[in-house]
């Protein structure tokens, strides 16, 4: 079975842009979460979809949003770029049964914001 | 929310030298997982484990629910185990953050 992939890997944008990050999970996952890592505030969740509505959010500004799709995919993106948002962005997928379900994480996509 | 605890930050072996990792939570959890970090940035499942003690290969893990902690052991340590090793829990109250992670431990194995 494949395990979580996300596009793009990488990604080098300017201060202003907007961003869209895309992150497929494994067959029969229904719950997405997307998590941001910076050397300086570590993991932080960033928001968790199931069956395509949001379930939760983290602690961050409006500029974050996402989506899923029905075929369980996800995007987030973050509108008006600011330095601060380089980061690795990490989605998870869980099969969804609750806060016992076991997370599997993608391969992150690097965001440089210049 | 809960917070979660993680000894020692950093951490230098030499090959083939065993090491014990720490994770502490504040607050009763009923999940609790392990991830490596490689150098590429994937988190790397390790274990899933609330309670008990998990065995895989060098690797093995406990966790005293009852305490609130979780302690990860590596044997004979690889140069391929260095990387930085997370603890990761639910927020019990299940409020915004699906999974609230510790700071992590960073492992160096030298040749």
């Known amino acids: 079975k494949a395990g979580v992939t996300q596009t793009p890997r990488y990604l080098i944008k300017t201060r202003g842009q907007q961003v869209t990050l895309s992150c497929s999970p494994i067959s029969g996952h229904r719950s997405v979460s997307w998590y941001q890592q910076t050397p300086g505030q570590g993991l932080q969740f960033l928001f968790e979809?199931?069956?395509?509505?949001?379930?939760n959010k983290g602690n961050f500004p409006g500029r974050f949003s996402g989506r899923q799709f029905s075929n369980s995919r996800s995007e987030m993106n973050v509108s008006t770029l600011e330095l601060g948002d380089s980061a690795l962005y990490l989605c998870?997928?869980?099969?969804?049964?609750?806060?016992?379900?076991?997370?599997?994480f993608g391969p992150g996509t690097r965001l440089t914001v210049l | 929310g809960i917070q979660v605890e993680q000894s020692p930050p950093d951490l230098i072996l030499q090959e083939g030298a065993n090491s014990t990792l720490r994770c502490n939570f504040s607050?009763?959890?009923?999940?609790l997982q392990w991830f490596h970090q490689n150098p590429w940035g994937q988190l790397i499942n390790l274990f899933y484990?609330?309670?008990g003690t998990k065995q895989n290969g060098r690797l093995s893990a406990t966790t005293v629910a009852t305490e609130r902690y979780s302690l990860l052991y590596i044997s004979s340590s690889q140069t391929t185990d260095s990387g930085v090793y997370f603890c990761a829990v639910p927020n019990p109250q299940g409020g915004s953050e699906k999974l609230v992670f510790g700071k992590g431990t960073k492992l160096t194995v030298n040749p």
């Open positions: 998870a997928s869980s099969v969804y049964r609750g806060p016992t379900d076991t997370q599997y």
């Open positions: 979809y199931f069956s395509e509505t949001q379930r």
């Open positions: 484990i609330p309670s």
């Open positions: 607050d009763s959890v009923n999940n």
